[in-house]
Each structure stands twice: as C-alpha cells, then as structure tokens.
Nanobody, 127 residues
Framework: QVQLVESGGGLVQPGGSLRLSCGAS????????ITWFRQAPGKEREGVGC????????YYADSVEGRFTISRDNAKNTVYLQMDSLIPEDTAIYYC????????????????????WGKGTLVTVSS
C-alpha cells in the first residue's frame, strides 16, 4: 500500500528549530517531487516548499524562504524539512505530498497535482 508518513513534529519555542521527516512505503521518493504543505487552525492549506528532482531543485514560499530547507536522503527514502528561526505563525499541521518530478506542479505548490499525501504532523511554536 502506497503511504507517506510524516514525523518530527512537536512543541518548540519561538526561535527554535525542528526537522520534519517524510518517509514512504511501497515506492521510491526520488521518483517524485515532494512538497511540504501546512494548514494552520482556521486557515486554508498552503504550500511551504518543494523539492523537484534529485539535483536539488527546491522552491519555497516567501513566508519561509531563508528559514526552511528541504533535503533528500535517497538511501533512507526520506525527505526532510529543516525549520529554523520558528515563529508562532509557523504553528500548523505539516503534510508531505508526492507529485510529478518535473513540470509546474512543484514550483506552484499545486495541491490538485499531487499523487499521494501523508496524514500530517503537528508543529506548535509557543513559549
């Protein structure tokens, strides 16, 4: 069964860091673009960042540019979202999704173009 699983969420103080992981069963993540989305309470889900291919093509939302970094570990079949300098506005459920490796789906964070989704992990930024 195709499944994406996020982990690494939790409670962190403002200014702190967390690293989220996105793992997969039954398929190889390096065959897909991987996009991180988040949904804050009372808000719509939004794209955070995307890794488009193995050569490190990444795209980020303006709100996280310079603070968040996506990386791949193909040997572990895992994609990471390193989140630094966290602020309360980053509080949300974070989801990873797998989409086409090339094209416009990744850089535009097109939710309708994703093939598979995880169930999410909660990140809370609070003092």
């Amino acid at each position: 069964q195709v499944q994406l699983v996020e982990s690494g969420g939790g409670l962190v103080q403002p200014g702190g860091s967390l690293r989220l992981s996105c793992g997969a069963s039954a398929f190889s993540l390096h065959d897909y673009s991987i996009t991180w989305f988040r949904q804050a309470p009372g808000k719509e889900r939004e794209g955070v960042g995307c890794a488009s291919d193995e050569d490190g093509g990444t795209y980020y939302a303006d709100s996280v540019e310079g603070r968040f970094t996506i990386s791949r570990d193909n040997a572990k079949n895992t994609v990471y979202l390193q989140m630094d300098s966290l602020i309360p506005e980053d509080t949300a459920i974070y989801y990873c999704a797998a989409g086409p490796l090339y094209g416009s789906i990744c850089p535009t964070f097109d939710q309708n173009g994703m093939y598979y989704w995880g169930k999410g992990t909660l990140v809370t930024v609070s003092s």
